[in-house]
């Protein structure tokens, strides 16, 4: 017991009192914090200001008259690339590509990682091989073959041309999760589901991915914040009805039809914000132990 | 013909053979215990049995039906892992049904045979625990009542008890014992403890290097070692071996063997054995407990002799005293009673039963007599 009171003591003290040091660290740590809250700062007041309080100047203060008529506009009146429709109709597009990309790719990142470690055949580990390295080539060699592809299938222009790609582009990073995830995962529970009777697929439902949580959590978070954030992609391969909130955006900002609305641009940004920050709050907790699972036993 | 028919069975990775040729027949009913030092091919034997790694060449049968092709959902085993292996997503309920589910048993019937076991094992107050929530000794339960449930054929234990601590293992070893009594159900159980092996077995398949060295009955395994490997691995402590060489004594043929210190003794063999071995150099393997001191020897013993010796070493170990002197060059161990007056750095007579002595031939390490 001794030695136990002992260790306690130094660290119960250090964390109850408050040396000059730690108030000097505390201090800059909260500088840095508010010098990284500065732009969401920015967006946020000058989304709830008129227009004429920014343009006179006072981009920093809080509004003197409060208003929803921006996040209105930004929504659902604005003048997006030719039509005054607002970003809803863009916005929708994106929870109709990241929702079915996401789905997808993490499900075929799991049966991935499922066969590679569980089912392994010969050249499983080159093929796994090959899956990393399309991680890893850059987005703009793929556009023009992507585009031919997406031709030559009917998918072109459309939003599940977008998925299509986002699906491609997404498992090689879904798959390199699930496989190492899979590989800490004991082979002798699913020769004990064999013996069982449960085929492959019962096997992978009942015995694997219920166990999955955590990785399934650091997949989709990483998968969602990708393919929602994507550009490159969306303004490649999208037509007026098909692009994406991040695209739309970029075109509400750059319609210059008369006055720049920042006001309107800075709710619109924060509404092509708003889905990956949710989601990660909501998720989030549960990223960093999904990113340590496997590290640590336990 | 027997239940399960091992036949000339081989298992190879690529180049690599890891099983050669293996013919082990088991009868119905048998406690099977295969028993060698890690990486011997235990393992890879009984996952041929349960249909998990395939048979390279050669054939398993069970009650005369050969299992190639045939899934291990289909041969009608139930297996026991080292890890236990338990579904950590289903309690202790999910995962003893998990296997009659996925048979298609109905839940009347499930839920019958789930009690039933529970009662068996005293597990019923953990049914709807998950698996993080239990002991060790509680998961090995479970992991048996997951493999009773399912009234297989044959049951396969790999080394179901080397994650308990020791206590808890002899507990188990013994409720192991009494479970295969009671049910008669034909067991093959891996280890590489040589005491689970001599105790619990009806025969045991001594393994090293993929090869099965010896299958016999425990007796047979312990009195009858078929080459030094045997001898050494099995028994504790182990056989003792050293060199020595066959002289024609005055009663027939002796043992001639060295002493530390340079003198030499001759231990008679017992009537009529090595009488053709005159002149040859051998190892000769006596069990510790076959060296004693004179009022401790065999009295049914008719070749018991006496040795004057240096003492080395002696370790009082409660109920006994195990005292080393050397033979040969070679460390060898006597078993005395406790109550024997002996200290390092005297001379003691030993006596050597020598009905009890093997010989093993250097060079191929095969027994000779
Ligand atoms: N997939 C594999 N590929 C190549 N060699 C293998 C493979 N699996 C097992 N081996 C080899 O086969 C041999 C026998 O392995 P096995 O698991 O049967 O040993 P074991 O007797 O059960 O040992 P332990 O007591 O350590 O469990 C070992 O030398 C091992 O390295
Ligand atoms: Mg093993």
Known sequence: ?298 | MGFLDITRATKSYGALKVLHETDISVEEGEFLVLVGPSGCGKSTLLNMIAGLEEVTSGDIAIRGRSMKGVKPADRNIAMVFQSYALYPNMSVRGNISFGMEMHGIARPERERRIAEVAELLQIGQLLDRKPGQLSGGQRQRVAMGRALVREPDVFLFDEPLSNLDAKLRVDMRTEIKKLHQKLGTTIIYVTHDQIEALTLSTRIAVMYDGHVQQLGTPREIYDNPANMFVAGFMGSPSMNLFPARVVAGRDGPAAEIVLAGGGSAQLPFAQGRMTDQVGREIVLGIRPEAITDRDGADRNSRAVHEVEALVEITEPAGSDTFVATQIGGRDVTGRLRADVQVAAGQRFSFAFNMEKAVAFDPRTERRIG
């Open chain 1, 1 to 298: 017991m001794m030695p136990g009171v002992s260790m306690d003591n130094p660290v119960a003290a250090r964390s109850r009192g408050f040396s000059p040091g730690r108030i000097v660290l505390y201090l800059i740590l909260g500088l840095f914090c508010l010098y990284y809250l500065l732009p969401l700062y920015v967006m946020a007041v000058n989304s709830v200001k008129p227009l004429s309080e920014i343009t006179s100047g006072g981009m920093m203060s809080l509004p003197d008259e409060w208003t929803l008529a921006p996040w209105r506009a930004a929504w659902s009146q604005a003048q997006v690339g030719v039509e005054a429709t607002g970003l809803r109709p863009y916005f929708m597009n994106s929870i109709l590509m990241v929702v079915p990309a996401v789905a997808l790719s993490t499900i075929m990142g799991a049966l991935n990682g499922y066969v590679l470690t569980k089912w392994a055949f010969r050249g499983s580990t080159v093929l796994f091989g090959l899956l990393l390295f399309g991680c890893f080539i850059p987005f703009q060699m793929v556009l023009i073959p992507m585009a031919r592809m997406l031709g030559l299938m009917g998918l072109a222009g459309s939003v599940a041309g977008l998925v299509f790609v986002h699906v491609v582009y997404g498992i090689g990073f879904s798959t390199l999760y699930f496989r190492n995830y899979y590989a800490a995962f004991p082979t002798e529970l699913v020769r004990a589901a064999q013996i069982d009777g449960a085929g492959f697929f019962r096997i992978f439902w009942r015995i694997l991915l219920p166990s999955s949580g955590p990785i399934a959590v650091v997949c989709i978070i990483w998968q969602f914040t990708n393919i929602w954030n994507d550009f490159l992609f969306g303004a490649s391969f999208s037509d007026f009805d098909s692009q994406p909130m991040t695209v739309a955006l970029n075109n509400l900002v750059q319609s210059s039809t008369g006055v720049r609305e920042y006001n309107v641009h800075f709710a619109g940004a924060i509404m092509a914000a708003l889905p990956t920050l949710l989601v990660y709050i909501v998720a989030g907790r549960f990223f960093v132990r999904g990113l340590m699972a496997g590290s640590v036993k336990g």
